[in-house]
Each structure stands twice: as structure tokens, then as C-alpha cells.
């Protein structure tokens, strides 16, 4: 089952199948935190030249950072608004290659839902990836991150649907254009997300393929057990 991302404007960077929210896999109901860990990274996971580890998260897939207009804020956190599309439950990992401190890097979040509330966040984001086409701003705790164009890139071929954006950001000097990628995919009542990102002005081309597609396996194998 290949993960493959595209170049930019394939498509419209959506993979989706026709879903009530039900999953593929055996996955009924909103998961709890206990299980959404047991089916997610776990500290010192390897993938490749990655090594996994847990996450407090206060940036971008959290909700300390808000969106301007509030229309973008699924770009950044994947929720509509401060209080829509609520999780009931979530884990948060990192993965950084160690020996580079400028490497690339990708905060993993595994988020489940109930009442059908995870094909809503996937409503939500691909309106805001349609919207925010021409780019919004990401406020945070103590500066603004200007996000200049938001283009759609081949979303993964797993899960019920999908979706996976390219940012090119301007650095907090105004000057230097940056890139991140955003990568959501929906199984059943889960989200898994994928934000890669890079201290420099480097294009590194997408999430990693190798990260997406280990924690997919790991989240279907232990869906599939009941975990």
C-alpha cells in the first residue's frame, strides 16, 4: 500500500471515499487516549533517520494558535473555531532526525471523534484549503506568521479520505519564504495528522512517506486488534 505524494496542484488534494464516518477497520466508536496510544508512536520509535518522541503540543495542530481569517484555522489546528470539533481524546508525537538540529521535522496527531465529528474536521479543512488559497495569517503567543499561498499536493491513498497541503510561509523578518506540508487523513472516527517542517528556506517535498505510512500500519494493525 504505497503513500505517495504528488507534485503541487494534483488534483485537489483530497482523496475521499463515500463514508457515513463508519470505518474500514474495526473502529466503531470514538478511541480514548489510552487507545489512541497504543496505536500511535511511542518514545524512541526509529523510522528511517527519524526517532519518535512525545509531544506537548502549543503550536500549529493545537489550539493556542488561531487563524486570521477565522475561516483558516482548520489549516492550523484543524478545528473551525475554538470550540468546534472537540476530540474526544488525543495524542501528540514528534519525529526529528537527532543529529540534524535543522533537519526536517513532523508532529504526529492522532485525534478521535465522536457523533461523526472527524468527517466534519475534513469538511472543515477542505473548505479552508479552498478559501485560504491566497494565504491568511497564524496568530500566536507572541508573533504572526504570514502564510502566503496554501496549494493542494497528492494526498495519501489510505483511510477514507484525505487530504494534503503545501504552505509557503514568509519568515518572522519579512524576508525568506518558507515551506510546510499538512497532511490529514480520516479513519473512521480518527484523524491522523502529518505537519513537516524544516529551519531553513529548503522545499523539503512533503511529509515523509516512511513516517505516514509506519504509523498508518501501526494504527491499522492495532485497530484491527481492538487496542
Known sequence: MAVVLGGIGA?????????DDKPTAVVAKALTEAQLKAVSFTD?????????????????????YTADPADCQPLVS????????????EVNRGLD??????GP????????YAKGEAAAVMR??????????????EERAIAKAKYLRVEPVKAPAFGDEARAYRFTVLDVKGKLKLYE??????????????????????????????V???????????????A
Open 212 to 226: 505516514m505510512k509506519a504509523q498508518w500500519e501501526k494504527f491499522r494493525a492495532g485497530s484491527n486488534t481492538g
Open 124 to 137: 472543515s479543512l477542505g473548505a479552508a484549503g479552498s478559501r485560504c488559497a491566497a494565504g491568511f495569517t
Open 105 to 112: 521535522s513532523v508532529t504526529v496527531q492522532l485525534r478521535s
Open 97 to 102: 532526525v537527532l543529529d540534524e538540529w535543522t
Open 11 to 19: 488534483c485537489d488534494g483530497a482523496k475521499e471515499k463515500k463514508s
Open 78 to 89: 484543524l478545528a473551525k473555531g475554538a470550540t468546534a470539533h472537540d476530540p474526544a481524546a
Open 44 to 64: 524512541g520509535d526509529k523510522v528511517g533517520a527519524y526517532t519518535a518522541s512525545e509531544y506537548d503540543l502549543g503550536s500549529p495542530l493545537g489550539e493556542d
Open 181 to 210: 506540508y499538512l497532511t490529514v487523513v480520516r479513519s473512521g472516527s480518527t484523524t491522523l495528522s502529518f505537519r513537516a517542517e524544516i529551519i531553513g528556506t529548503k522545499d523539503i517535498g512533503g511529509v515523509p512517506e516512511e
